[in-house]
């Protein structure tokens, strides 16, 4: 009796996590994008990090390791990288001629990431809390567009990249 309650039990579980789960399976040749995750100093860390690039790609397919696992044709620049991959890892890419956009190729570490400096300063402006102003500065960053463009406090970004200054 128990253990038919804990096969229902986990029959019930099961069914619940599959509803959630999507069967990715894909083919030799087939193109995918690979996720990667950027390196980020302590002020890059929090919101900003939902502007950056989450994929490369597209990347062929070249062969399948076991079930979940994928080997891809990586480029000379991730030659350090093991090109096998999880699933979890990997999004189909759908070519769409209307899709094509332009942009400049990531220069990824070992592994997987990428780091981020200031380009430039877009705007300036002091903010007045409590009798004081704090000055702020918006920053364009590296792989980004001035639309994207953060405010990050002036004192901190001159500390970090006294490069940034040395014309102004």
């Given amino acids: 009796m128990i253990q038919e309650r804990l096969r229902t039990a986990q029959s019930k579980q099961k069914s619940y996590a599959d509803n959630r789960r999507r069967e990715l399976k894909f083919q ?3 193109y ?3 996720r990667v995750s950027p390196t980020k100093g302590i002020m890059r860390f929090k ?6 690039p989450k994929y490369i790609g597209p990347l062929e397919i070249l062969d399948r390791i076991g079930e979940v696992a994928y080997g891809l044709a990586l480029s000379p620049a991730l030659s350090g990288v093991h090109n096998v991959f999880h ?4 999004r189909k890419y759908i070519p769409d001629p209307s ?3 332009s942009y400049e190729p990531l220069h990824l570490q070992k592994d997987l990431t990428y780091e981020e400096y200031p ?6 402006k002091d903010q007045v ?6 000055p702020y500065m918006k920053i364009q960053w ?11 406090l002036k004192t901190e970004m001159t500390v970090k990249y006294p490069q940034l200054f040395e014309n102004s």
């Fill in 99 to 101: 899709h094509v956009v």
């Fill in 87 to 90: 699933v979890s890892m990997l």
């Fill in 28 to 30: 030799v040749g087939d």
């Fill in 129 to 134: 809390l409590r009798h004081r102003n704090i």
């Fill in 142 to 152: 590296s792989n980004h567009s001035e639309r994207e463009a953060t405010w990050e």
């Fill in 47 to 52: 919101v900003h990090g939902k502007l950056s």
């Fill in 119 to 124: 380009v430039r300063i877009v705007d300036k």
């Fill in 32 to 34: 995918v994008f690979l």
